[in-house]
């Protein structure tokens, strides 16, 4: 399978990378002596990412050649996408061109974001719109406008290459998301221009709120909610007289009748009347909890503030040994046998060996400093089932501390304060720039003692030194 | 530290929840006899989602009071939030009343999607708007209006929740985020009522593509990386004369003069000129590979297109060994040691698990019958460092399959071939309604029997049956 690129800038380069990773051999068009590096950074950007979305491995990577010719870069395609800039008058002659030269069961996309098919096509053309969404590789959105059984082609292909298409039922300028994104868009810039508020001041008002809100349900749905158990219609008339009020700049609005309710309720009764608002909730608050979890990774946005209120809340107090961890059990560690994933035993493991790191002043900034400590192995016996929302705290004795080693036994302990589990670890003290061991700073070494030889007096723990199906 | 809970519906019950959560005591006046049940609601689904967000305990929780007298519920308050229906002379009463009967000290809020202070205020109070979003237990954004020394004192008090206070610079109907869903909403409802969507295609057509992006960065930061290499101003030259086009219903639009464009163009050089577009880029693909992959889990939107497309995905073919997993490594499984963190080793083998128990029949159908294999025991090497971009598969070998145990050994190898670990581990057969251990289904015991008779003419695997520390 072969897909022709026309127009090789950010969109051009996103469909490329889209179309390669998933095992199309892509063929590229365009005069611009800067396209080649242009595209190659996109496509390096996606073989990063979008691979890392999945749990399985993508076809073998297409081949990529650019091509001086027009005809050249389009024969045998049966996919074709224009991406040139948005002048009417330009995509006219490109389509056209491309209508006679390309496969006659090629699919012909464009990316425009505004223009009608009727608009595109006035020159003889018989391209569809196939609208997508920076970063292609990544957003599955595109939009598709024109005669529907070319739509509706164009749809299988698209999903075989992981898109969402959405068919577009009439034509219209901007389509669907580019409406909403320009009247966005058109109120901030008032906002900015009236000095309400600074561009980082409407990112913040967005992402801090009904970003994290619309990533994941969009408008309708999360409204549906907000009106309760009362409904669509509840929502519709709290908010339907605010229609009438100066809350925007933006004031041609629809007339706010019976008919325009029945439309709205009925609509979202057909697309989420299924589930109760009790579990769209639910799916709403799990769905955040992850998403948020994620951009704690990265710090950004809602992740930045969580970083920073997390580091503010009181540290457990040592009992007998050192707690280690003090957390509540999150949704999504939770997996198909309705209790706590395997790995996630581990991940509370991993992060209870980095406080116990911390404790011995092995911390961030001695990490800065280019020295740490690895995991060199870990055994974990699993003796009770845990679940969401469960209180899970962490006790971690030393073992053994020698040199380079630090050899650390957590016991796991669920909400009701029975061991649930145990994970025996070994370290290794690394210099981070020549990643090999290397013995601990002084004072680490000193604390590191101090606690081992406290804990010398302790019994070894049972399941320490244990291998795997060992009896007893 | 107590705050007072004046109306009890969803917000209400959300600030309730926050404070709570947050180690407040919380006193709660709402004279509907449904309030404390659904207040009761919103706390339990806060109490599953708030500290599933931290990978640390939040404080202990607030007492939780309700009163029938206002005086009594204020009394002793350090926050007052009024949550009533958005009647203005309600408003008045409410707040004149709180303003007379609170401590001093104490911070008033009203949670009003669109009335200014002054309008607040005009029967005497002394309120603030503190303008949180649903669900308030989960969102970070509370907007700030009113006069400075008064919203700068509750936003520190917003920040110990784990809040992201917003001082807007000047008070306007619906403050800054309202007013930009207000737009979207107009917008929307034209769509709806002309025929061109329906509510759950413009659900899709957000939350398949720009909601993505605008939860982690925004509308400004999002448009600075499609501008390019040539930044903020290219893409206002580029989408400034859209301003002029139908694209919208809404139709009253700013200046698009130099003024304008410097103004933007300098306030998002101040947001976000520090880093390269090409960071930005990594930055957001980052953001959204973690967001899309915490979608996955519940198969929400996007999630629910990735899981599709990789049911789709062929499996990697078997290698001497079966081969259980053919993957790249994603950013997020990174830590601060630059390479793989040590639980995401067990995160793919136990896919590699999964993967196995699939090959032998103990599939997702098996599982929805009642019947699993959990975990016991986990043994783990770490021998190479894996990193984020690089290829992971990993081939495994059946050490024994007896009755109700099964005890395999996975070998992971890296992008270039070599064995970076291995995981050696033991599941029993489990019976998901008794949670106890029994025979598996006899094709799924044949088929293990046969993979394990095949496997006996293999060597022992090095590693194997060894335990924590062992020499050599």
Redesign the interface.
Known sequence: MKAAIVGG??IGGGWAARFLLNGWDVSVFDPDPEAQRRIG?VIA?A???L?????????DEGRLTFHADLAEAVRGAGWVQEST??RLELKHDVLASLSSLAPEKAVIGSST??FKPSDLNAGGARAIVAHP???VY????V?LVGAREETERAAGIL??L???P?I???E???H??????????????????????????????????????????????TYR??G?EAGMKHFLS??GP??K??????????E?DDA?VE??AG??D??SGQLSV?VL??????????????????G???GG??N???A?????ETDGLPVT????????WTD???HM????Y??A???ASDRFMEMIGAD?DY?AGGK?Y?????????LK?LH??E?LTITTQVL?AEGR?M?LFHFLKGGDGSLAATA???LFHVD?TT?RSCPPAPAIAARLTALAEAHAALPVPEG???????RG
Chains 1, 2 share one sequence.
């Not at 961890?325 to 999504?332: F, T, V, Y």
């Open positions: 800038g950010v950074e950007n073989r990063r990412s691979p890392a979305l999945y749990d399985r491995a993508l076809p800039p948005e974001s505004g969404f920076n970063p990544l957003l599955p959105l939009e999903r075989s992981g898109m969402f959405l577009v039922r009439k219209i300028d901007a669907i998301a580019d409406r909403l994104l320009e009247a966005v868009w058109r109120e901030s810039l008032w906002l900015v221009r009236d000095g309400i508020a600074t561009t980082e001041e409407i990112d913040e008002a967005i992402r801090m709120g009904f970003g994290l809100r619309w990533a994941q349900m969009g408008l309708f749905e909610i907000a309760g709290q908010f605010a229609l009020w100066p809350w925007t700049k933006l004031t041609n609005v629809p706010f325009l439309l709205v609509q979202s057909a697309q009790r909730e639910r799916l709403r608050d799990d769905n955040l909890v992850g998403m948020l979890r994620a951009l704690k990774k990265s950004s946005g809602a503030v969580l920073r209120h997390e503010l809340l009181r540290r457990p961890a003090d957390r509540q059990i999150p949704q999504g198909y046998n309705g994933n395997e790995a996630c581990l991940e493991s991993a992060a961030a990490i740490s690895f995991t060199v192995e870990n055994h974990l016996r699993y089932e969401a929302g209180r053994k080693k050899h025996e670890t070994l981070l990643r320490a030194g244990r291998h795997v199906g060992q």
